[in-house]
């Protein structure tokens, strides 16, 4: 089973055009210091066509026939000496005086490859699958990226806005962060190194011109040139490079993404600086952010936002996509609501104790008030009942005792006096029983007043006392 050398998909005897990329199978080289197409690399991997020179690398395409995946080969070749042996595979030297440069540049490029493999799992980089060395090199197989390179995407779309540019290089920033940390600076982020997957993933694909950094030798990196990306300090050879490099190629390439233009070039601006603030094109954006784009594009170092994540937290202040660490006024603010709903609390809870107080207190009121009404009610009712046995002992009387030697006219006489009597006593004791129950109701008239107002005098002094509560 045969491959297409360049996009590494399988193909059948005979075919002579790939079916999945439309391409002609037979590749001849392109260059002459071009390892063969088609050659088997390290017994495992298979090696298609030159993708790029980047750096102080060849970038192919790549087949891992262990894994089963395509993948990118990147092989050391400086072109300033290196050159390709007959043999089509091994590198050799124009000179034999330049073997000890060589040689030394072999040995970052080993280096700096074993320290980005610690960030493999970090998805702002391509993982480094494989270091080894082979004929008369060195190479990386590292992760193949299906996307767009950003500079397409900037020419397709002329430029993006600045929620989407800083949300997609986010993750980029990120990783940078972490590298820096550990010494090694990447010297060649622009739109062209920098790979949007189909998910919207953005990747950082070439760490090919990466290089350690330390108090001894910053000053003695190799000249890396990316026009308009690249600061001021890489066109110098002895030039002051650190994390701050990194810190103004990204400025300059999210400075491309918002206005789609390329910043005028660090050397010209040495001279004569023009460069416009992203404001002035035009576009919507914040005053903070615009501010943190050139302050990180300063030419003069001593100026320049010196590290990632100061940059990042400039971008920040004026960006709320992301919710950047100052809390402090938060939780001020959770602190006084908390209080707040502790005093509602306990102030709810002593008027309810209060409030419950009350209600036993006027039960008890309205219990002894029963109570006084109730006898003072059997009271009239005996009362009553007394003056109704005298009425009905006096009708009784008056009825049945009369004298049996009397006269017909003196019967006459007798009853008409008792009947008046009995008129009377009937008259006496409806007043007296009148009198009674309108005394009864005043007593109980007066009784209910007097209830009252100590019902009043009370709630008084309970509002009086909940306001004094919550004025403290």
């Known amino acids: ?72 080969v990147k092989e050391y070749f400086p072109l300033e000496y290196a050159v390709r042996k007959d043999d089509g595979h091994t590198v050799g030297l124009y000179i034999n005086e330049f073997e000890n440069v060589f040689n030394e540049g072999l040995r970052r490029f080993i ?29 990386q197989i590292v992760d193949y990226v299906d996307g767009n390179r950003l500079s397409d995407i900037i020419s397709k779309k002329g430029r993006l806005s600045i929620k989407e540019t800083l949300v997609m290089l986010e993750p980029i920033a990120e990783t940078l962060i972490k590298v820096h940390s550990e010494g090694v600076i990447h010297r060649n982020i622009c739109p062209e190194t920098i790979v949007i997957e189909k998910d919207g993933q953005a990747r950082l694909i070439d760490f090919g011109a990466a290089r350690h950094t330390s108090a001894t030798n910053t000053k003695t990196l190799s000249v890396m040139i990316e026009p308009g990306f690249t600061p001021e300090e890489q066109y110098l050879s002895s030039g002051n490079q650190g994390a701050w490099t990194d810190v103004y190629a990204f400025a300059a390439t999210i ?49 320049r936002t010196l590290t990632m994540s100061d940059f990042m937290e400039e971008l920040h202040v004026g960006n709320k996509i992301i919710e950047w660490k100052p809390m402090g006024w938060r939780i001020y603010a959770v602190c006084c609501l908390l209080l707040w709903v502790v005093s509602l609390t306990l102030s709810s809870m002593m008027l309810r104790k209060s409030s419950d107080n009350n209600k036993k207190t006027l039960k008890e009121i309205s219990t002894t ?104």
């Open 369 to 472: 008030a029963e109570d006084k009404i109730e006898r003072h009610t059997k009271e009239i009712a005996r009362t009553t009942e007394d003056l109704t046995s005298e009425y009905v002992v006096t009708t009784q009387y008056i009825t049945t005792e009369q004298p049996k030697d009397v006269t017909d006219q003196d019967k006459i006489i007798i009853t008409t006096e008792r009947i008046t009597e009995k008129n009377t006593v009937e008259k006496d004791v409806k007043k007296k029983l009148t009198e009674e129950k309108t005394t009864e109701k005043k007593k109980t008239k007066k009784k209910n007043t007097e209830e009252k107002t100590t019902k009043n005098v009370e709630n008084t002094e309970q509002i009086t006392e909940e306001e004094i509560f919550i004025e403290d």
């Open 1 to 72: 089973m045969e491959r297409c050398l360049y996009c590494m998909e399988e193909l059948y005897k005979g075919q002579e055009v790939c079916p999945a990329c439309n391409r002609n199978v037979y590749v001849e080289k392109t260059e002459p210091y071009h390892i063969t197409a088609g050659s088997s690399l390290n017994d495992r991997y298979f090696v298609g066509v030159s993708i790029e020179y980047r750096g102080e690398s060849i970038i192919y395409a790549g087949y891992d026939n262990v894994l089963r995946q395509r993948v990118s």
């Open 111 to 139: 280096t700096e490859a074993k320290r980005l493999a610690k960030f493999r799992d970090n998805k702002g980089i391509v993982r480094i699958l494989d270091i080894f060395e082979k004929n008369g090199t060195a190479y």
């Open 255 to 303: 400075y491309k993404c918002i206005t789609g233009v390329t910043p005028e070039e660090s050397i010209l601006r040495s001279k004569h600086d023009t460069l416009k603030r992203p404001s002035e094109y035009g576009i919507e954006i914040d005053d903070c952010i615009d501010d943190a784009i050139m302050h990180a594009l300063s030419m003069d170092i001593t100026k």
